[in-house]
């Protein structure tokens, strides 16, 4: 009988991780991702977060702390939806990946 290795990671965890490895080094890709989740999910702030933390990982987290200026406290907190970011502490996650907030007309329905 064949031994099959049973992963311990949730498929959610699986997916994140490869599309953490599809968005390093395509920045129009990250733009995209961050972009339809914030459309699709506006409802959802927790799911725009965790596309942000994606981001973050697939740019490299290490030292991602230091270039927003937070500490890494207050990134797990954001990150873990344990409280939501202060619109400062959003900005300068934003900023330190390389996007910034813009408020655009809502389309005509």
């Given at each position: 009988m064949k031994k099959v290795k049973v992963s311990k990671k949730s498929p959610s965890s699986d997916y994140r991780e490869v599309l953490i490895e599809e968005l390093k080094g395509?920045?129009?890709a990250q733009y995209a991702y961050l972009k339809a989740s914030?459309?699709?999910n506006s409802d959802m702030p927790e799911v725009f977060l965790k596309a942000v933390e994606t981001v973050?990982?697939?740019r490299g987290f290490s030292g991602f702390a230091k270039k927003t200026g937070l500490n890494r406290e207050n990134l797990y907190r954001i990150f873990s939806n344990e409280?939501?970011?202060r619109l400062e502490s959003l900005v300068k996650i934003l900023d330190a990946l390389g996007f910034k907030l813009t408020i655009t007309p809502k389309k005509a329905s």
């Open positions: 395509d920045e129009k914030l459309e699709e973050a990982k697939a409280r939501a970011p």
